[in-house]
């Protein structure tokens, strides 16, 4: 890649970037592109030379954003992070765009098709990875399938997620809850 090509990127990444903060404080209909153009550094035309339109901005941006997410989720599980904080970090990670987002970019043939690639493909293959470093490091007995596993900590993610859990004056009650996860009722738990 040139300098101008990178510099190009630089910008489309400023862009995006732009766009989803913006999203996520107003929504996709009360955000424009002047708006996006002015936080991003550039000008509206160069959105458009760029995307094409704000629903073209929209949906890169989406797709950017989904793969950036699966990158650092990448970097986080394949860490050299003991199994029970690597469990906690995975599990406290929200991208909460996507719940600021219109449904109609999510039903866009190729978001819907990146989001089944990763339900179906991706995600099945770091939870082995995942389950794989449990069971080395002792944590997860090798009975347990990667369907169930897979079930499970969807499951507790969701939990977790919930946002009266996530107070500071919770966090002995996660600390609970994420002993319960990794131990079950009658495991051990977390010294620390």
């Known amino acids: 890649m040139n300098g101008y090509e990178r510099r190009t990127e630089q910008k489309k990444s400023r862009v995006r970037a732009a766009a989803l903060e913006l999203i996520r404080v107003y929504g996709t209909d009360k955000t424009s592109i002047k708006e996006i153009a002015n936080k991003a550094g550039v000008s509206p035309a160069s959105i458009y030379n760029y995307f094409g339109s704000k629903q073209g901005l929209m949906k890169d ?63 099945p293959r ?32 969701e939990a977790l997620l919930r946002s009266e859990l996530l107070k500071d004056e919770n966090k002995s009650l996660l600390k609970e809850l994420f002993n319960l996860m990794l131990y079950g009722l009658a495991g051990k738990p977390i010294d620390e």
């Open 126 to 157: 770091a939870v082995t990875e995942f389950l794989d470093k449990g069971r080395r490091e002792g944590f997860i007995r090798e009975s347990i399938s990667v369907e169930a596993a897979t079930f499970y900590l969807r499951m507790c993610q």
């Open 61 to 123: 941006a989406i797709i950017w954003s989904l793969e950036e997410r699966w990158k650092a989720n990448e970097d986080l599980w394949n860490s050299d992070l003991p199994f029970p904080e690597l469990v906690q970090r995975a599990l406290s990670t929200k991208d909460s765009f996507i719940d600021q987002v219109d449904v109609e970019y999510l039903a866009d043939p190729e978001i819907k098709q990146l989001i089944d690639d990763y339900y179906r493909r991706r995600y």
